[in-house]
């Protein structure tokens, strides 16, 4: 399922998000400067958990930063485990 996810990205609100039957995940960070950023909260409904959800949003949320060369600072245990599976 992972691969047909669409995630949005709100760059008004930091956050990235998917809808997916109905349910938002969502993955919100903060600008903490002008070169990095605090990614501090990922949230996954009960009913999408176990399908590589937040896995997607962790992969679109880190590109983004590194496309705009930000330093990510993980405050969510979430991201901050994804990154030390991921550290490329």
Do not use: W
């Not at 995630?7 to 109905?22: R, T, Y």
């Not at 501090?40 to 949003?57: I, K, S």
């Amino acid at each position: 399922m992972s691969e047909s996810i669409q995630v949005e990205h709100d760059a008004q609100n930091k956050c990235f998000s998917a809808v997916i039957d109905g349910y938002q995940a969502l993955l919100e960070y903060r600008v903490l400067d002008e070169h990095s950023i605090d990614i501090y909260h990922t949230f996954v409904p009960d009913e999408l958990r176990g399908q590589g959800v937040a896995a997607v949003l962790a992969k679109e949320a880190l590109a983004y930063a590194k496309q705009q060369e930000l330093t990510v600072v993980p405050s969510c245990s979430y991201i901050a485990v994804y990154l030390e599976r991921h550290p490329q």
